[in-house]
C-alpha cells in the first residue's frame, strides 16, 4: 500500500522562514491573536456571558445548527460483508478517466492495465474493496452509471474550465439520489503561468462548490510524469476515496441490483447455430448491492428490459477480503483485483469464450492460499493440476469414499453449457438449488448391483470431466462425477415426499455419519437417507466446505422437527395434515352408498370434505376454526392442566413453562447479546435489551455512555440523546435482533427465507434475451440488473411533479415525448403538463411553465412515489446544449385526477322569444343539448343565461341554409333579451386524455454508437418532412374594425302619435329659439323719461370722451419716458463696464503681482 | 414483457385472502373453476358482495366476471378509500367476512377510510363485531399501527337470518410501512372482559350466559367482567338473537377471544328442518363461550386460532427485518394463508414447533410492502 516515495518526484528545496523582519512580526501577531484572545484563553471565565438574552441567542443558534445537521436514521439492514465500493469516473472525452482508473489500479495492485472496459475491482485495504467504473460519454450510459454510483469522480479539464457533461451527471446524480461527488482538476500542466493557474483553481473551485455545497473536495492533479499521474497525488486521491463512506439512499436500500462484470452468453451452440437470431440465455455476475434478492425477483436490465430469472446462484468471492487477522496493510498476495471484462486478471473477457491466463510462478503444487484456491478453481481444469491438488485435499480413505457413494443410473445431463459454467456450478456449492426434480427416487428404486456395470462404461466416455484421481477404476470415477452432479439436485430434499417418513430416524442416522464410520450396512439397505448422500457428496468434491456441513449438522438435527413442520404447510398441498386436521374425517368418509351417483358432484365433494378443506378448491372461507368438540372445562385435570396460564396460578410454574419455551429464549439472548454501535462506538451489553422498553434500560445505556464517551466525538455527545438517539438505537436493536435471528439458520433456508445477501457474487441465468443484447453488447457501458419491487412491473398513470430545468433552451410541449428516467427504467413518453387550480382541478396547460413546478401525467411501469424522474428531450451528444430537460419526482399514481382543459362552445340565435331564444349551432345533436342541460351560457355583451331543452323549429321560422340541419338547437333562456347578431358561448371544461404511450429506450439491443430514435415530436417530424405549420386563418389577429352603429330615428306616423297617450307621445321636437320678452315687447316712454334718458346718454358719452383722450396722452407720456429711459440706460451700462473693466484690470495685476 | 402476468388460480376458497393479497401486491389474478362443478355454480352473493366493496374503495382496477359467475379476471388497482362510505353486507355472511380484509386493505389505501356497513353483526360463521372491536383492532397496534385512527362503531345489531346491524369503521392509512413485530411473549391471563348482547329478546337472556360463563371462569379467575349490551327498536336488527364474545387479557396485553352466536332462524327455515335446529339455552352459550376461551388459552400463542391468518399477513406485510410470532396450534386456515402468502408474496416462514408450550413459533423476514397509493408532496 506505501506508495514509493520520491520515486518520480524531484526533491524541492525546503521553505525558509523568516525569523526576523516585517514578516516575522506579522506573523507571530497574527499567532498571538492579541491580548485579548490570549486572556480569554487562560480564563474563560471572565469572559462569560454578560447578558441572559445573548446567552440565550447563542444557545438558541448553536441548537438550530445541532438539529439542522440530524437526519432521520436510515435502517441499514445489509449484513456481512459490504459489496465492493463503486467509483464512477466520469468527465468530458479526453479529460483522463481512463488514465486515472489506470494509475489507480496500478496505485493498488501494481498491475499495469492496458485498457479500461468494465467495472475493475479492486481490493483496496483489509475491510475494503473498490470498484471504478468508467462513465460512458453518452447521455444513457451517464444516467445508467449515476444510478449505481457510490462515489463519483467528476474529472474536469482544469485547460479548458467546466464542460456541460460535468453539470449534466451532477444533475443526474441529484434526481436518481446524491451519492458523494468528488471533483478532479486534470490538465493543470498546461498553464504555464503560475498565478494564472492558481486564478484558475480558485475559480473552478468556487463554481464547483456553488454547484454542490460550500466546501466541496475538488482534488487538483497537477500533471503527468512519463504520462501516468504523479504517485504522491495518486496516493492521496486514494486515501480520500478510502476514507468515503457510501450515503443510504432510499431507491438503492430498497431494491437489490448488480453492476455486472462478468456477462456470458449461455445458449446451446445449436440453436444459434440454427437461427442466428434465436432468443439468447445469459449469465450475468456480480456483487449484489441494495438489498437482499430473492429467487423470484424480476429484473430489469438497463436499456434492454424486464426479465423474470430462471436461476440465481451465490458463486464464491471471485475478489474476497483478506483474512482478518491483525496486521497493518495488505499483503502483496492479498492486492486483489477483478475484471474480467478488461483482460486483466485470470479471465480474459471474449464474447464468446473465456480465456484464462495464469502466471507460471502462481501455478503451483503446493497447497495454496484459500483465497487463491478459490479464485482459480472456477476457471480451469487441467487434469494434472487438479489431480495433484484433490490428492492433497482427500480427507477420506478410498474405502471410505466407496462406501459413501452411490451410483445413479439414469444420470440426467444438465443442458449443454460451456464448461466454465459447469465449473462455476461446482463452486456454487450448498447454495446451489437447482429446481428440477431430484434424482433421489431413481436411488431408491433400484439396485446397486445389476446395472453397475453398463453404467460404468457409458459415462466412462466423457474423459474430459474426469477431475478425480486415475488411481481409482473407472467404476469410481463415475461415482464421482455423479455425485459431483448429484450435488446440485440433492439440496432440495427437505421438501421431498419421502423425507417425511424418515424425519424419526434421520436423527440417529446423523448421528453415525457425523462419526464417519457408516459402514456398508447402510448403503445395501437400498434406501439411503438423503442426508448421508448429501454429505458424502459434499465431503468428495468440496473440499474447502468439508467443515462447514459439521457445524451446521448439529442445529440442522435440532431444526429437524421444525423443517417437517415447514414441509407441512409448504409441501405439496396434497399432503394429509395429520396434525391439525382431526379424525372427523374418518366419520364422515363411511357413508358410501347407492344415492352417491345421484348427487351432484359439488355437494358430494362438501359432503366429504366437511373437515378437512385443503383438498376442496371451493371451501368456504372461514377464518373462524371450529374445534371439534368442546372438552368439559370442569373437569379438575383439565383445570389443572392450564392452572399456571392465569395469573393467579402458580408464576414460578409459569416462569417454568417460559423457560421451557425459552430453547428460543436463549436465541433470544444471543439477540440482544453484546454488540457495538459501530458509529458511536459505544457498547451495549446484553441486559439492555431486558428492560429496553422500559426507562431502565435507557438508564443503563447512559451508563454506558458515560464509560465510553472518551471515545465518542463531541458531537456525538451534543446530541442530547433525546428522541434521535432513541431512533437510532431502535434501529441499532432490531438489526441486531435480524442477524441473530437470521444466523442461526442454515444457509439454504436462510436464502429462502430472505434471499441472497448483499456483497455476495452472484450469478444470475435469464432466458428469452433478444440477441441483440449479445450482438451489441460493449464492456464499455455498464450494464445493471435493478430488482423490480412489488407492484412495480406494472403499468399505469402516475403523476409527477415536474420543472423544466432553467438551462435547458426550451419550455417543453405538452404530449411531446420526451424520456424519462424513473428507478432503473429509462422509457419515453408522452406527459401531459398540468397545474393544479384553486378548486383542485388540473387545468392542462401546453407548455411548462417557467421557474415553476407543474404536474405531468404520464403512463408508464409505475415507480413508487417519491422516486426521482429525469427527463431529456433528445439522447444525441450534439443537439442541444444541456441535455436534460426536466427534472421533478413522483407524487401518486393518480388515475383518477382528470386533467382538463377550457372549451369554449360558440352559437348563434335563429329565433329570439322575449327572453328566450333558440340557440343553433353550439351543439350538434339533441343527444348534447340533453348532455348540458341546465349549463350556463353567455353572450358576448354579458347576457347571462342558461341551457334549457332540445328544441325543433318549424320550417317556416327559419330560412334554412343549405346542409343546415335542424339537429342540435338549443332552447336557451337569459336574463334580458338578446339580439339576432349576438354571439352566444358556453364555457366547458373537457377531458384531456393522457396518452398510453411508454416505450423502453433499448440502448442496449443497438450499436452504442448509434443514437436511440424513438418516437419523433411533431415539429421534428414536421421538418423531417418539410411539412409547413398549418396555418388557420382564424387564428391570426387583425384590428378590429367596429363600425359605428347607426340608429334611424324612430318614425312614429302621425295618426298613430296622435292616438298615444301623452306619456307615450314623443317629446322630442327639435328646440326653438326663444328671444326674451324685453325683445320682444315694444317699450313706450314718458317725455320726462325720454328726456333723462336722452341726458344720461350724453352725459355717458361725455365720459367716454374724456376717458379716451386721458388714455391717448398717457401712452404718449409712456413713450416719451421709455425713450428718455433707455438713452440714459445706454450711458450707465457704457458707465459701469468701463468701469468694471478697470476694477478687474487692477485685481488681475494685483493676483499677478501675488503670483510673484 | 409478458403481455399476460395474471395469475391463474381456481377454485373459490380462500377469496378473500386471494383477492386482498392480489390488491396489496398489485398482482392480476385469474380465478377459474368457481364452483364450476357444483349444483350452484360461480360466486356466492358475499363474494359479490365483498367485490363490490373492493370496487367502492379502489380505482383503477378491472374487475371482470363471467356470465355463469366461474371465472373471475381481477387486476387491481390503487386503493383510494376515502371518507363516509356505505356498504351493504347482506345476509349471506357477518359483517366480520368483509372486515378482515378491509382492515388491510385499509393500511394501504391513499385516504383514510371510514366506511358505514350494514348487515349482520354477529354470526355464528366470521368473527362478531365485539371482537373486531376488542380484539383484531388491537392487534395491528404490535405492527406499528396508532391506535387513534382505528375504530368500530357498533350503530345497532344484526343477529343472522335479517341482519339488520350497522357498524361504523375507521382504519387510517399507514405512511410507508408497517414495523416488523417481534411477539412471542404471550404472558398469563390477568383478567377476562366480555361483551353480551340480546337483540329482540328479553334482556334477562344476556345475564343467564354472563351467569354460565361465570361460573367456569371464575374457578380460574377473579377479574371477570362481561358487559351486557341489550338492544331494542331499530338498534335491534331485524331479527332475534343473543351471544357473547369473551376476551382474556395477559399480562404481556395479548388478547385472546371466543364469541358465539345464538339466533332464531327465520320463519321459511323453521320449516324446512324443524326438528335440527334446537336452539341452545343461554346457559349452555354460556359454557360453550367460556369452554371455547379456555381451550384458546390452553393452546398458547399470542392470538387465538381465528386470528393466526391475519397475524401472518401482517407479518409478511411488514419491512424486510425479522419478525417472531407465537401462536398455538396452526388452524388449517392460517396453513393455507401460509400458502397464500408464499404464493403472492414469496415470504416464507420459518415455522419451529416448541414442544414444550405446545406452541409453534413462527418467524419471517417481510416482504416490505409500501404504501404506494399514498400521496407525496
Redesign the interface.
Same mark, same amino acid.
Given at each position: 500500500m506505501a506508495p514509493a516515495d520520491g520515486g518520480g518526484e524531484q526533491p524541492h528545496k525546503a521553505h525558509r522562514q523568516h525569523k526576523s523582519g516585517a514578516k516575522a512580526r506579522k506573523k507571530s501577531g497574527k499567532g498571538g491573536g492579541g491580548d485579548d484572545a490570549g486572556g480569554e484563553r487562560k480564563n474563560p471565565k471572565a469572559f462569560a456571558f454578560q447578558s441572559a438574552a445573548k446567552a440565550k441567542r447563542l444557545q438558541s443558534r448553536s441548537a438550530e445548527i445541532e438539529q439542522r445537521r440530524l437526519h432521520v436514521p436510515v435502517m441499514d439492514r445489509s449484513i456481512g460483508e459490504p459489496p465492493p465500493f463503486v467509483v464512477v469516473v466520469q468527465g468530458p472525452p479526453q479529460v483522463g478517466k481512463s488514465l486515472l482508473i489506470k494509475c489507480l489500479v496500478k496505485h493498488y495492485t501494481k498491475q499495469n492495465l492496458s485498457e479500461v472496459r468494465g467495472p475493475i475491482t479492486v481490493v483496496s485495504g483489509k475491510s475494503r474493496r473498490v470498484q471504478f467504473v468508467e462513465c460512458p460519454n453518452d447521455i444513457n450510459g451517464m444516467i445508467d452509471a449515476a444510478k449505481i454510483a457510490d462515489l463519483a469522480l467528476l474529472l474536469i479539464d482544469g485547460s479548458y474550465g467546466f464542460e456541460m457533461d460535468t453539470f449534466e451527471f451532477l444533475n443526474i446524480m441529484q434526481v436518481h439520489g446524491f451519492p458523494k461527488v468528488m471533483g478532479v482538476l486534470t490538465h493543470l500542466d498546461k498553464f504555464k503561468d503560475v498565478k494564472k493557474l492558481r486564478k484558475t483553481k480558485q475559480r473552478l473551485k468556487h463554481r464547483f462548490w456553488s454547484e454542490i455545497k460550500e466546501g466541496a473536495k475538488l482534488f487538483y492533479l497537477s500533471g503527468l510524469i512519463h504520462g501516468k499521474y504523479t504517485k504522491r497525488e495518486l496516493h492521496n486521491l486514494a486515501r480520500f476515496i478510502s476514507v468515503i463512506k457510501p450515503i443510504p439512499l432510499s431507491w438503492r436500500m430498497a431494491h437489490p441490483y448488480l453492476l455486472v462484470d462478468r456477462f456470458e452468453d449461455v445458449t446451446p451452440p445449436e440453436s444459434v447455430r440454427l437461427n442466428k437470431k434465436c432468443d439468447r440465455k445469459i449469465t450475468l455476475y456480480g456483487y449484489l448491492r441494495g438489498c437482499n434478492m430473492k429467487r423470484r425477483t424480476k429484473v430489469h436490465i438497463t436499456g434492454a428490459g424486464d426479465f423474470s430469472l430462471s436461476g440465481v446462484t451465490s458463486l464464491a468471492d471471485p475478489c474476497p477480503l483478506p483474512s482478518a487477522a491483525k496486521k497493518r496493510g495488505l499483503r502483496d498476495k492479498e492486492k486483489l483485483f477483478y475484471a474480467p471484462m478488461s483482460g486483466l486478471g485470470d479471465l480474459l473477457y471474449d464474447k464468446d469464450a473465456v480465456y484464462i491466463n495464469i502466471n507460471d510462478h502462481l501455478v503451483q503444487f503446493s497447497k495454496t492460499d484459500e483465497n487463491d484456491a478459490s479464485k482459480k478453481q472456477g476457471k480451469g481444469h487441467d487434469v494434472g493440476i487438479s489431480l495433484v491438488k484433490t490428492l492433497q485435499n482427500t480427507r477420506y480413505s478410498l474405502d471410505e469414499k466407496l462406501d459413501q457413494s452411490f451410483i445413479n443410473f439414469f444420470g440426467r445431463k444438465p443442458a449443454a453449457q460451456s464448461e466454465d459454467i459447469s465449473a462455476s456450478q461446482n463452486d456454487q456449492g450448498d447454495a446451489n438449488i437447482s429446481e428440477q426434480a431430484d434424482g433421489n427416487d431413481i436411488n431408491n428404486a433400484d439396485t446397486l448391483e445389476s446395472n453397475e456395470h453398463s453404467y460404468s462404461e457409458c459415462s466412462s466416455d466423457s474423459e474430459h470431466e474426469n477431475d478425480v484421481t486415475t488411481h481409482l477404476s473407472d467404476h469410481e470415477v463415475d461415482l464421482r462425477e455423479k455425485v459431483e452432479f448429484c450435488n446440485g439436485r440433492l439440496r432440495r430434499k427437505a421438501v421431498s415426499a419421502n423425507f417425511k417418513d424418515e424425519v424419526d430416524e434421520e436423527g440417529s442416522d446423523d448421528d453415525d455419519s457425523n462419526t464417519e464410520n457408516s459402514g456398508d450396512d447402510q448403503l445395501s439397505e437400498g434406501s439411503v437417507s438423503l442426508d448421508d448422500n448429501e454429505e458424502a457428496l459434499d465431503s468428495d468434491d468440496e473440499t474447502e466446505n468439508t467443515s462447514k456441513w459439521k457445524e451446521s449438522l448439529l442445529a440442522r438435527t435440532l431444526s429437524r422437527r421444525s423443517a417437517s413442520l415447514m414441509q407441512l404447510v409448504y409441501g405439496q398441498s396434497s399432503m394429509k395434515l395429520d396434525s391439525t386436521a382431526p379424525e372427523a374425517n374418518d366419520n364422515s368418509a363411511e357413508e358410501s352408498s347407492d344415492d352417491e351417483f345421484f348427487v351432484p358432484k359439488g355437494q358430494k365433494k362438501q359432503a366429504k370434505n366437511e373437515a378437512s378443506s385443503f383438498d376442496d378448491m371451493d371451501a368456504e372461507d372461514y377464518s373462524k376454526f371450529f374445534k371439534a368438540e368442546l372438552r368439559d372445562w370442569s373437569d379438575e385435570d383439565l383445570i389443572k392442566s392450564i392452572r399456571d396460564r392465569f395469573v393467579t396460578g402458580n408464576w414460578s410454574k409459569a416462569a417454568l413453562r417460559g423457560e421451557e419455551i425459552d430453547e428460543n429464549k436463549e436465541d433470544d439472548e444471543e439477540v440482544y447479546g453484546d454488540f457495538e454501535d459501530l458509529e458511536t462506538g459505544e457498547v451495549h451489553k446484553s441486559e439492555t435489551y431486558e428492560n429496553a422498553a422500559g426507562n431502565g434500560g435507557a438508564h443503563k445505556q447512559d451508563d454506558l455512555e458515560v464509560d465510553n464517551d472518551k471515545k465518542k466525538s463531541k458531537r456525538e455527545e451534543s446530541n442530547g440523546g433525546d428522541y434521535f438517539d432513541k431512533l437510532k438505537e431502535e434501529i441499532e436493536l432490531r438489526k441486531q435482533i435480524n442477524i441473530s435471528e437470521l444466523n442461526d439458520l442454515d444457509e439454504d433456508t436462510r436464502v429462502e427465507i430472505e434471499g441472497f445477501r448483499t456483497g455476495s457474487y452472484i450469478r444470475l441465468e435469464v432466458h428469452g434475451v433478444p440477441f441483440e443484447l449479445i450482438e451489441h453488447f460493449d464492456p464499455c457501458h455498464p450494464i445493471i440488473v435493478g430488482g423490480i419491487g412489488l407492484g412495480e412491473e406494472n403499468t399505469g398513470y402516475m403523476q409527477a411533479s415536474l420543472k423544466r430545468h432553467r438551462w435547458h433552451r426550451k419550455v417543453l410541449k405538452t404530449k411531446d415525448p420526451i424520456i424519462v428516467s424513473i428507478g432503473w427504467r429509462r422509457f419515453q413518453t408522452t406527459p401531459v403538463y398540468a397545474i393544479e387550480d384553486r378548486n383542485g382541478r388540473h387545468r392542462m396547460l401546453k407548455y411548462t411553465p417557467e421557474h415553476m413546478h407543474c404536474f405531468a401525467m404520464f403512463w408508464g411501469p409505475l415507480a413508487p412515489p417519491k422516486s426521482g424522474v429525469l427527463a431529456v428531450q433528445h439522447l444525441s451528444n450534439n443537439q442541444v446544449p444541456f441535455r436534460i430537460s426536466a427534472t421533478g419526482w413522483i407524487q401518486e399514481f393518480n388515475n383518477t385526477a382528470r386533467i382538463m382543459k377550457k372549451i369554449k362552445l360558440t352559437g348563434a340565435p335563429c329565433k329570439i322569444f322575449k327572453k328566450t331564444a333558440l340557440i343553433k349551432r353550439m351543439f350538434t345533436s339533441d343527444l348534447e343539448v340533453a348532455r348540458f342541460e341546465g349549463a350556463a351560457i353567455r353572450t358576448v355583451s354579458g347576457i347571462r343565461g342558461q341551457v334549457k331543452k332540445a328544441a325543433k323549429i318549424e320550417p317556416g321560422d327559419m330560412p334554412k341554409r343549405k346542409g343546415e340541419s335542424t339537429e342540435g338547437i338549443a332552447r336557451c333562456t337569459f336574463e334580458d333579451r338578446i339580439l339576432m347578431s349576438d354571439i352566444v358561448f358556453m364555457r366547458a371544461w373537457v377531458n384531456v386524455e393522457v396518452p398510453t404511450y411508454c416505450n423502453l429506450v433499448t440502448t442496449a439491443l443497438q450499436p452504442r454508437g448509434q443514437t436511440w430514435q424513438g418516437m419523433r415530436t411533431t415539429a421534428e417530424l414536421r421538418i423531417a418532412h418539410n411539412i409547413p405549420i398549418p396555418h388557420n386563418k382564424d387564428s391570426v389577429y387583425k384590428p378590429i374594425e367596429r363600425k359605428v352603429r347607426k340608429f334611424n330615428p324612430i318614425e312614429i306616423p302621425a295618426k298613430l302619435q296622435h292616438l298615444l297617450p301623452f306619456k307615450s307621445k314623443p317629446k322630442d321636437r327639435p328646440k326653438h329659439k326663444n328671444t326674451p320678452v324685453e325683445n320682444r315687447v315694444p317699450i313706450l316712454m314718458e317725455p320726462s323719461e325720454k328726456k333723462t334718458y336722452a341726458a344720461i346718454q350724453q352725459l355717458r358719452l361725455l365720459k367716454h370722451e374724456k376717458a379716451k383722450k386721458k388714455k391717448m396722452q398717457d401712452e404718449r407720456k409712456k413713450k416719451a419716458y421709455e425713450a428718455e429711459k433707455a438713452k440714459t440706460d445706454q450711458l450707465t451700462k457704457k458707465r459701469q463696464r468701463d468701469e468694471r473693466r478697470v476694477r478687474y484690470r487692477a485685481e488681475d495685476k494685483q493676483k499677478k503681482r501675488a503670483r510673484r | 414483457?409478458g403481455r399476460d402476468?395474471s395469475r391463474k388460480l381456481?377454485?373459490?376458497?380462500?377469496? $378473500?385472502?386471494r383477492v386482498v393479497l392480489s390488491t396489496l401486491?398489485?398482482t392480476p389474478i385469474t380465478i377459474e373453476?368457481?364452483?364450476s362443478?357444483? /349444483? /350452484?355454480?360461480g360466486l356466492r352473493p358475499h363474494e359479490v358482495s365483498l367485490l363490490h366493496l373492493l370496487h367502492k374503495i379502489s380505482?383503477?382496477h378491472s374487475l371482470d366476471l363471467n356470465d355463469t359467475g366461474t371465472k373471475l379476471r381481477y387486476k387491481p388497482?390503487?386503493i383510494?378509500g376515502g371518507r363516509d362510505l356505505e356498504h351493504d353486507c347482506g345476509v349471506h355472511r357477518g359483517i366480520?367476512?368483509y372486515l378482515?380484509p378491509l382492515i388491510l386493505l385499509g393500511l394501504f389505501a391513499?385516504a383514510p377510510i371510514s366506511i358505514r356497513l350494514k348487515g349482520i353483526t354477529n354470526d355464528t360463521?366470521?368473527?362478531s363485531v365485539d371482537t373486531f372491536r376488542m380484539v383484531t383492532l388491537h392487534m395491528l397496534k404490535q405492527f406499528g399501527v396508532p391506535m387513534e385512527g382505528l375504530e368500530l362503531k357498533i350503530e345497532s345489531r344484526g343477529a343472522p337470518p335479517l341482519g339488520g346491524g350497522e357498524v361504523f369503521l375507521r382504519v387510517p392509512n399507514i405512511n410507508s410501512t408497517l414495523k416488523?413485530a417481534?411477539w412471542?411473549?404471550e404472558g398469563?391471563?390477568?383478567k377476562i372482559r366480555g361483551v353480551s348482547f340480546s337483540t329482540r329478546v328479553s334482556p334477562q337472556i344476556e345475564n343467564r350466559i354472563i351467569y354460565a360463563a361465570r361460573g367456569?371462569f371464575n $374457578?380460574?379467575?377473579?377479574d371477570v367482567h362481561i358487559f351486557t349490551d341489550h338492544r331494542s327498536g331499530s338498534a335491534g336488527g331485524r331479527s332475534a338473537g343473543y351471544g357473547v364474545s369473551v376476551v382474556a387479557e395477559t399480562?404481556t396485553g395479548c388478547l385472546i377471544s371466543a364469541d358465539a352466536t345464538i339466533s332464531y332462524p327465520s320463519v321459511e327455515e323453521m320449516n324446512e328442518e324443524s326438528e335440527s335446529s334446537e336452539l341452545t339455552s343461554p346457559e349452555d352459550l354460556g359454557v360453550?363461550v367460556?369452554?371455547?376461551l %379456555?381451550?384458546e388459552?390452553?393452546q398458547?400463542g399470542v392470538v387465538d386460532?381465528?386470528?393466526q391468518?391475519?397475524l401472518f399477513i401482517l407479518c409478511a406485510l411488514s419491512p424486510?427485518?425479522?419478525s417472531?410470532v407465537r401462536v398455538g396450534?396452526?388452524?388449517?386456515?392460517a396453513?393455507?394463508t %401460509?400458502?397464500n402468502i408464499?404464493d403472492f408474496?414469496?415470504v416464507?416462514?420459518?415455522?419451529?414447533?416448541?414442544?414444550?408450550?405446545n406452541?409453534?413459533?413462527l418467524?419471517?423476514?417481510g /416482504?416490505?410492502?409500501?404504501n %404506494? /397509493? $399514498?400521496?407525496?408532496?
Open positions: - | 414483457m402476468k381456481s377454485g373459490s376458497r380462500h377469496f $378473500r385472502q401486491t398489485s373453476d368457481i364452483r362443478g357444483g /349444483a /350452484a355454480p380505482d383503477h388497482g390503487v383510494v366480520g367476512y378482515e391513499r360463521k366470521d368473527p416488523a417481534n412471542v411473549d398469563m391471563v390477568k367456569i $374457578r380460574f379467575i377473579p399480562t360453550q367460556a369452554s371455547m %379456555l381451550e388459552v390452553a398458547g386460532s381465528t386470528h391468518g391475519l424486510p427485518d425479522v417472531k396450534q396452526l388452524t388449517p386456515y396453513i393455507e %401460509l400458502r408464499q408474496l414469496d416464507k416462514f420459518i415455522i419451529k414447533p416448541d414442544p414444550n408450550s406452541t409453534v413459533t418467524k419471517c423476514v /416482504a416490505g410492502v409500501k %404506494l /397509493a $399514498r400521496k407525496t408532496l
